[in-house]
C-alpha cells in the first residue's frame, strides 16, 4: 500500500526508444529542483518496488513454516531484507542509470515529439544500451540492467522454491488429516498458487520487457511504455482478492459484509423514500385532468 502510495506522489513514467529508454516523471516532487536531488523521488519509487518484491518472497518463506524466524527480535531481520534490496535497487538505478550528454540527445527529438518537453527540464533517468556513434555497449547502464535483473530474478527464485517446498511437505502432511483440515490446505496452496501467477503478470514480467527491450535495439520501438509502471500498483490489491476468492472463510465472510451493506443501502433508500412522501405527501398524489 505504501509503494501505491508513493506511485501517485512520485507519479513515475517510461519511454522505450529504439536502444533507449527513459524513466521519468513530468513534475519534480517535494520541491527539489537540483540536477541530482530532483532524481531522488524517482529513486525511491524504485526502494519501494523493490521492497515490495522482497516483501513478496518473505512472505512465501514465513508460509513455508519458518516461523521461529519471525517472533520477537529475529523478525527485524526481514525489515533489513527489504531495505537491503530496495537500498540496491535505488542506488543502482540512480548512479547507472544518469542521464548525460550521449543520452540526451539521444532520446531528446522522440521526448519532444510524444510529449512536448524539454528531457532536460524533468526529473528523468536513462537507460542507453548501445553508443549511437560507434555502437559500442555503454556498460554502466548494461550494469543498471543486470542490478534490476539479478534483484528480480533473485526473489523470484525464492518465490518458486518455497513454493515447490512447500507443495512437497503438504502432500506427505494432509494424508493424516481430516478431511476439513485438508480442504483448508488445498485451498492455501492454491491461494499461493495464484499468489505466484499474479506477480509474475503484474510485477515481473513487465520490469522485465522494459529493462531488456534497449537490448534489442528495435528501430520501430517508441512506445510509452509506462502504462506497464501501472500494474505494479494492482499488486496489493490483486493479492487480497485471491484470498478472499479462494478460501471458503475469507469469501463466505466478505458475501456476508456486502449483503450487509446493500442491506444498510436499501433501508437508507427506503426510509428516503418514506420521508419525502411524509414532508410532501402531494407529490404521489395523481394529477387530476
Known amino acids: 500500500m505504501v509503494f501505491a502510495t508513493v506511485e501517485i506522489m512520485v507519479y513515475p513514467n517510461v519511454h522505450n526508444y529504439k536502444a533507449g529508454l527513459l524513466f521519468f516523471s513530468f513534475e519534480e516532487s517535494w520541491g527539489l529542483h537540483g540536477p541530482y536531488s530532483r532524481n531522488f523521488p524517482l529513486a525511491g519509487y524504485t ?12 512472505h512465501f518463506i514465513y508460509s513455508t513454516n519458518k516461523l521461529s524466524y ?9 525489515f533489513a531484507y527489504c531495505t537491503f534490496f530496495g537500498l540496491q535497487y535505488a542506488l543502482g538505478t540512480y548512479f547507472t542509470l544518469q542521464r548525460d550528454s550521449i543520452s540526451d540527445e539521444y532520446l531528446r527529438e ?22 549511437p556513434t560507434d555502437g559500442s555497449i555503454r556498460w554502466r547502464n548494461i550494469f543498471g540492467i543486470l542490478n534490476i535483473c539479478a534483484i528480480c530474478n533473485f526473489q523470484y527464485g525464492i ?3 518455497c513454493g515447490w517446498a512447500m507443495h512437497a511437505k503438504m502432500e506427505d502432511k494432509i494424508k493424516n488429516f481430516s478431511e476439513t483440515l485438508r480442504k483448508h490446505h488445498k485451498q492455501f496452496f492454491k491461494t499461493l498458487v495464484l499468489q505466484i501467477t499474479a506477480p509474475t ?19 520501430v520501438i517508441s512506445v510509452p511504455s509506462g502504462v506497464m ?6 499488486y496489493p490489491a490483486s493479492d487480497s482478492l485471491i484470498v478472499m476468492y479462494v478460501v471458503s472463510e475469507y ?10 451493506g446493500l442491506k444498510i443501502q436499501n433501508s437508507q433508500q ?20
Open 251 to 260: 469469501r463466505n465472510t466478505a458475501k456476508r459484509l456486502i449483503r450487509k
Open 47 to 58: 526502494f519501494f518496488h523493490s521492497a515490495t518484491m522482497a516483501l513478496l518472497s518473505v
Open 229 to 234: 509502471l501501472c500494474s505494479f500498483t494492482l
Open 70 to 78: 519471525f517472533k520477537g527480535p529475529q523478525c527485524l531481520i526481514w
Open 110 to 131: 522522440d521526448v519532444l515529439l510524444r510529449y512536448n518537453v524539454n528531457l532536460t527540464e524533468i526529473p528523468a533517468m536513462t537507460i542507453l544500451a548501445y553508443d
Open 159 to 161: 518465490m518458486i522454491y
Open 201 to 219: 503478470i503484474i510485477l515481473f514480467i513487465p520490469i522485465t520487457i522494459i529493462i531488456f527491450l534497449p537490448l534489442f535495439n528495435l528501430d
Open 270 to 289: 427506503t426510509s428516503s423514500k418514506v420521508y419525502a412522501t411524509t414532508v410532501n405527501p402531494t407529490s404521489t398524489a395523481p394529477l387530476n385532468g
